[in-house]
């Protein structure tokens, strides 16, 4: 019997996996790991929103099937936050799903649209399931190279266009950016609609970390450009925004097309979430905004701990305006061993665990992710053992670009 599944087989290796298996073997053994390597929350959820939880999971009536679109509650409670963050009116009836999470929405909307062979256009580096979610439906991929300078990808998107037999049926879009932390302005995104718009391709946009941002104008919505519902859908998640990863609650919204084509897919799928969570997600998003305030500080002084204690360890590190991740170029002296191989050195060497960038796609292999998920001590330790690392490395506080002596490839 063939176990050479044909989805499975077109996934490839999970990148992230040896480094997972160093950090467990380092920790059997008693040694103490700072881990920056997954985006998961250390923070409990405030208490508000889970002494609702409590409150409903006592009525048992709530314990049934729940409803796989979202009870209509917690869909206008996310049209209400939409309203009031960013001015847009939308139908909780045709223009919003509750999701198991932005990552269930997006790789269920990729079952319900694509064809196989159909390409999809997506940035690399990006979030695995941006690009593999498509790869799993069937589809065929076009990767749009991430550059520092984002006035470019308007270039990169006509040139894809125009090189792509057959057209394109989608391009998916994230900002803020997860690995990369870019952020974009309301004008970015004016042309690239237009451009869609013109070609016939859908934009499936994952604003996940709309409310993770440090230095300035909240990021916007795609959806603000008013002709944007006619090819646009949104993913957003309550997992960062309200310390909830493991409620697993996210919204698809905005076109109607799209959104009916994933409410029907997931009519097959699930029942939606158990009723209780999503009834203290609707107290989350209808109550007070205090505690996303006070987790948007936890991340800021996080970030800036984190980014002046490697500089001062010599590894210059761009501060990441939003998200809750630092981008982080490998230093010239270990430049040539690819992120997976300094991933796994600086695991041995310094105790500290970060995401290889190959795992975002080939072209993130010049940098590697920390997340901010480990407090300001365990930071300031983490870019203590990293410091002592380059030392004893041979690498000099201004992050000499010699080949240190003895780090081998």
Not at 183 to 190: K, Q
Not at 344 to 371: C, I, M, N, S
């Amino acid at each position: 019997m063939s176990t050479d599944f044909h989805r499975i087989k077109r996934l490839p290796p999970y990148v992230f996996a040896e480094v997972n298996a160093m950090k467990a073997r380092a920790r059997a053994a008693g040694e103490d790991i700072i881990d920056f390597g997954m985006g998961n929350p250390d923070q409990p959820t405030p208490q508000h929103i889970v002494d609702k939880l409590v409150e409903t999971v006592r009525n048992p009536r709530t314990h049934r099937y729940s409803n796989s679109r979202g009870i209509p509650g917690l869909r206008r409670a996310q049209a209400a936050y939409y309203k009031r963050r960013f001015g847009v009116d939308l139908d909780p009836e045709t223009e919003v799903v509750v999701t198991l999470g932005s990552k269930e929405g997006l790789a269920n909307l990729a079952q319900a649209i694509t064809s196989p062979g159909d390409i999809i256009l997506v940035p690399n580096p990006s979030y695995p399931i941006h690009p593999f979610g498509f790869i799993l439906a069937g589809a065929a991929l076009r990767h749009m190279p991430v550059k520092e300078d984002i006035g470019t990808f308007m270039d990169q998107l006509e040139r894809a266009v125009r090189h792509s037999v057959p057209k394109p049926l989608a391009l998916v879009l994230s900002y803020p950016s997860n690995p990369t932390a870019q952020v974009v302005d309301l004008e970015f995104y004016r042309p690239i609609v237009d451009f869609c718009l013109k070609h016939g391709i859908w934009i499936l946009s994952d604003l996940a970390y709309s409310e993770i941002y440090f230095d300035g104008v909240p990021p916007p919505s795609i959806l603000q450009i008013p002709e944007a519902r006619e090819i646009a859908v949104e993913f957003t998640s309550m997992s960062k925004t309200y310390s909830m990863p493991g409620w697993r609650i996210g919204f698809a919204v905005g076109n109607r097309k799209l959104i009916a084509a994933l409410a029907r897919i997931k009519s097959y799928l699930d029942y939606g979430a158990f009723t209780p969570i999503q009834v203290a997600a609707t107290a989350a998003l209808n109550g007070p905004q205090d505690c996303v305030e006070e987790i948007r500080a936890l991340y800021k002084q996080r970030r800036d701990v984190l980014i002046e204690g490697l500089a001062a360890a010599g590894w210059d590190v761009p501060s990441p305006p939003a998200s809750m991740f630092a981008w982080a170029p490998i230093p010239p002296a270990f430049a040539h061993l690819g992120s997976l191989e300094f991933s796994k050195l600086l695991l041995q060497e310094a105790k500290v665990a970060v995401a290889p960038g190959v795992g975002f796609g080939e072209y993130g292999d010049g940098h590697v992710r920390l997340a901010l998920v480990e407090n300001v001590h365990r930071i300031r330790q983490a870019c203590r053992n990293i410091r002592e690392f380059f030392r004893a490395s041979g690498v000099n506080a201004a992050g000499a670009d010699r080949q240190p002596a003895r780090v081998k490839a």
